[in-house]
């Protein structure tokens, strides 16, 4: 079965503050880890990342993929109240249409 | 375009009733899912579909019945509602079935769904 663990699951910080929000995972023939950004209704995509691309960036947010520690990080520079929302890290099995998603990290960007 | 459709967005039935949640898509998109997520649950996988007539199970698929007669419609039905079953409902679709594109999905704006 796969697993994926988001830590921490919430979080505060203030505007300006820079934040690392963690994701780990266990799947059988790993083929992707995404990223998705859910505010206050559907989830939003933001990343994802393979075994031929483990970084990606889109202004103030960046993401690499660590293959041996089968982990992600999602790193998001001079936070602002528009990034307060739930980050949902996913995987992807090789051969497989279905994702796995975790639990989320909900992060509070306070003025 | 109207990108993922689903209706209605709220919906409280009792037990046992049964009801159909609705989901289009108007961006041509092959691969078309439901999840289902509760509080402190992240997303779950209940259905999933690769194409028009194709269907297969996901996680969470019992008591979850799905469809797939045309590219742009995807319901799922819920055969004999429970309390279980009170969650908020996604609808997703992306715009390949080659694994590069699944992940790269848009969602609906979801239903809630109540069963008392």
């Known amino acids: 079965e796969d697993k994926v663990v988001q830590s921490p699951l919430s979080l505060v910080v203030h505007e300006g503050d820079t934040v690392t929000l963690n994701c780990s995972y266990e799947v059988t023939n790993f083929r992707s880890l995404l990223w998705y950004k859910q505010e206050k209704k559907a989830p939003t995509f933001l990343f994802m990342l393979?075994?031929?691309?483990i970084e990606k960036k889109s202004g103030r947010l960046s993401s690499i993929l660590d293959k041996k520690e089968l982990s992600s990080i999602l790193n998001i520079t001079a936070t602002q109240t528009g990034d307060s929302a739930i980050y949902l890290c996913?995987?992807?099995?090789?051969?497989?249409?279905?994702?796995?998603f975790g639990k989320g990290t909900k992060l509070s960007v306070i003025p | 375009n109207a990108g993922v459709t689903q209706t209605p967005k709220f919906q409280v039935l009792k037990t046992g009733q049964s009801m159909t949640l609705q989901c289009a898509q108007d961006?041509?998109?092959?691969?078309m899912s439901w999840y289902r997520q509760d509080p402190g649950m992240g997303l779950r996988l209940i259905h999933y579909?690769?194409?028009?007539?194709?269907?297969d199970q996901g996680e969470v698929p019992n008591g979850y019945n799905v469809s797939r007669s045309t590219t742009e419609d995807f319901p799922l039905r819920l055969l004999s509602a429970a309390p279980s079953q009170t969650s908020v409902y996604f609808c997703?679709?992306?715009?390949?079935?080659?694994?590069?594109?699944?992940?790269?999905?848009?969602f609906g704006p979801g239903t809630r769904l109540t069963v008392l």
């Open positions: 997703a679709s992306s715009s390949g079935t080659g694994v590069g594109k699944v992940g790269e999905q848009f």
């Open positions: 961006m041509n998109h092959e691969y």
């Open positions: 393979t075994s031929s691309g």
């Open positions: 579909s690769v194409g028009a007539g194709i269907t």
């Open positions: 996913a995987v992807l099995r090789a051969g497989s249409y279905q994702l796995t």
